[in-house]
């Protein structure tokens, strides 16, 4: 997570105006970051662990906050407001399968860039991965393109950039989600 936030810092560093206004929320207090995932953003980046024994669940380091989807989709529909990024980031392992993704529709109230993995993964890989997405994404940042079409480009260019320098696989996947119905009705 530091090496994120260094990363992301530095492409402000110099400039009176931020080319890109980012807010770090490190919580465990479970009604923060469930306020933090409706905070309008260009991309909700979440760093937890993965699970999906019952239903999608990101896990704190150290297990004592744990936020289902399940949870997170009637805390949206309760406040009449979903997930407000472009883009999520679900930097956890195996985020990226689908009843990861049929969960995450249930949170938004508009299309989003949904960017998971299908695989246990790590603090090199999300480095790796990490760098090259946010380098793609601000290097290309207002250049007509909406912030959809930039998320979506800037990870299919990160997914390439990780098999390139690790010579494996990228383990990260990205999809577009459209809102669930459930959604669509709570968030009219």
């Known amino acids: 997570m530091a090496f994120v936030q260094s990363t992301l810092q530095s492409i402000n560093a110099g400039w009176s105006d931020p080319i890109v206004d980012i807010d770090f929320v490190r919580s465990r207090d479970p009604d923060t970051v469930l306020a933090a995932f409706t905070a309008p ?7 937890a662990h ?16 744990v936020i289902a989807l399940d949870q997170l ?6 406040r009449g407001h979903g997930i407000n990024a472009s883009t999520v980031l ?19 109230h508009g299309a989003i860039v949904y960017i998971g993995t299908s695989a246990l993964i ?7 991965f990490c760098s090259a997405f946010y380098g793609a994404l601000f290097r290309n940042k207002g250049k007509g393109q909406t912030k959809t079409d930039q998320a979506l480009d ?7 950039a ?11 996947k990205v999809v577009v989600l459209d809102p669930s119905r459930r959604a669509r009705e709570s968030f009219r």
Do not use: N
Not at 122 to 128: A, D, I, K, P, Q
Not at 154 to 160: K, M
């Open 41 to 47: 953003c260009d991309v909700l980046h979440v760093m």
């Open 50 to 65: 993965g699970d999906h024994a019952e239903t999608p669940t990101f896990t704190s380091s150290d297990s004592r906050t």
């Open 73 to 78: 989709g009637d805390y949206t529909a309760d």
């Open 90 to 108: 679900a930097d956890g392992c195996k985020t990226g399968i689908g009843s990861w993704q049929k969960a995450l529709r249930d949170c938004l």
């Open 122 to 128: 790590g603090w090199h890989e999300s480095t790796v």
């Open 154 to 160: 800037a990870a299919t260019r990160a997914i390439e």
């Open 162 to 172: 990780y098999s390139a320098i690790t010579d494996r696989p990228c383990p990260y």
